[in-house]
């Protein structure tokens, strides 16, 4: 979740609840089970939008994503009854929480209900539709992940994650151009990152450009090796070497 996002969550939350938020908020931090415990007897009597969300916060302290996605959802529906506002907030961070706890199909749906509404921002939006591309990419459905994905990097041109996750897709429908295209967007945004120089490679190696791919795949190990992206660009150059006869060539040698 963004700083923008709590932060535009807390300041939405009404009197008189603002005091006993921000007290739930901070016993997150300092005390997560009691914070679960208390925001749980909170949301029962009666606590509405804030003891929920507070309640799917402290869930997800725990990486607790099912009941945290729950509790969201409460809380995105009890705000949509009220009308204060808060519903498509309250509905991404559902997604968001389904999503990290992968059920992809709820996560679908719940930001599908926060995109329904004509409320969030372009920033906000474009990364609602970016995490349903990523749900309905895990459910098979890659069609409308594209249809998604392009509505994402038009709305935030300049997120580079937009980019990566559109060369992702056309590689993966087998759409070479298209997967150029937005790596090349991606590097100009990011050059640094290792996950979208391992994506690079990728896009190279489809296109039989192998020096390019290894050497994409080496600035990826460079940059952060440690990383999920340099991780996976270590093992594809180790399986390019096993392929090729050699040994695997080592970053800066």
Known sequence: MTPLLVFLLQAATPDPAVARFDACIALIESDVARAVTEADTWRQGGGGVPAAQCLGLAYVKQD?????????????????????????????????????????????????????????????????????????????????ARTDIDEATRLIPTDPLGWLLSANLARRMNDASRARAAITEALRLSPDDPSVQYEAGNVAAIGGVTDTARAAWRKAVENGAATPGGQAAAAALEADAETRGAAPARPGG
Do not use: S
């Open 64 to 144: 607790r994503f099912a009941p945290a996605a729950a509790a969201f959802a409460q809380a995105a529906e009890e705000a949509r009854i009220r009308g204060d506002g808060r519903a498509a907030q309250l509905w991404v961070l559902a997604g968001n929480a389904a999503l990290a706890g992968g059920d992809a199909a709820r996560a679908r749906d719940e930001l599908g209900k926060a995109l329904a509404l004509p409320v969030l921002g372009d920033p906000q939006r474009g990364e609602a539709y970016l995490d349903r591309a990523r749900a309905l990419v895990a459910l098979g459905n890659l069609a409308a």
